[in-house]
T-cell receptor, first 115, second 113 residues
């Protein structure tokens, strides 16, 4: 398997623009997680899905952030409008309830820079 | 609710010396415990995991960790550190029936020549 795939790997945008981050989980995994990592706040869980349904979005910082999972093989995290404080590395991870003990597999991340 | 504490933000170890990274967790039942490593510019990679059985678990890259229920700890060890081990290390705890993991704040390992 190719692992968790994220695109783009790097994104530079200007304040006020819409940003869409994409994730393809490992095939057969039924859980998908979005994390944000910054120097100040460390690794934060933003939202996670089970069978394409959002389970917990309490980590989403504000209404400018939204996430969708239209099918089992694709998820997006959208920021509209973006702000400089959204600059961070965003990770997607997936796991399987039929797999090994909650183990999450992480993608390589998307480094977002908002100017 | 589960929680994880990694008391050391940074640790510097000489190459060839032994390493121990500390992790303390809080959870009422038997936890699932994980150590992940993040190299610069990379995603998180699983080093090892524990759920039950032998309390000393072996992982990749020569790492091991020991689960001590009495101390609520899951410390990561390596007998001889290599320069390539310089990275950030995250301890995480999970619970039966829940796929969500709670991560610690991480420990950054620096390896000196």
């Amino acid at each position: 398997d190719a692992g968790v795939i994220q695109s783009p790997r790097h994104e530079v945008t200007e304040m006020g623009q819409e940003v869409t981050l994409r994730c393809k989980p490992i095939s057969g995994h039924d859980y998908l997680f979005w994390y944000r990592q910054t120097m100040m706040r460390g690794l934060e869980l933003l939202i996670y899905f089970n069978n394409n349904v959002p389970i917990d979005d309490s980590g989403m910082p504000e209404d400018r952030f939204s996430a969708k999972m239209p099918n089992a093989s694709f998820s997006t995290l959208k920021i509209q409008p973006s702000e400089p404080r959204d600059s961070a590395v965003y990770f997607c991870a997936s796991s399987s309830t039929s797999g090994s003990w909650n183990e999450q597999f992480f993608g390589p991340g998307t480094r977002l820079t908002v100017l | 609710a589960q929680s994880v504490t990694q008391p050391d933000i940074h640790i510097t170890v000489s190459e060839g010396a032994s390493l121990e990274l500390r992790c303390n967790y809080s959870y009422g039942a038997t936890p699932y415990l994980f150590w992940y490593v993040q190299s610069p510019g990379q995603g998180l990679q699983l080093l090892l995991k524990y759920f039950s059985g032998d309390t000393l678990v072996q992982g990749i890259k020569g790492f091991e960790a020991e689960f001590k229920r009495s101390q609520s700890s899951f410390n990561l060890r390596k007998p001889s550190v290599h320069w390539s081990d310089a990275a950030e290390y995250f301890c995480a705890v999970g619970a039966t029936g829940f796929q969500k993991l709670v991560f610690g704040t991480g420990t950054r390992l620096l390896v000196s020549p």
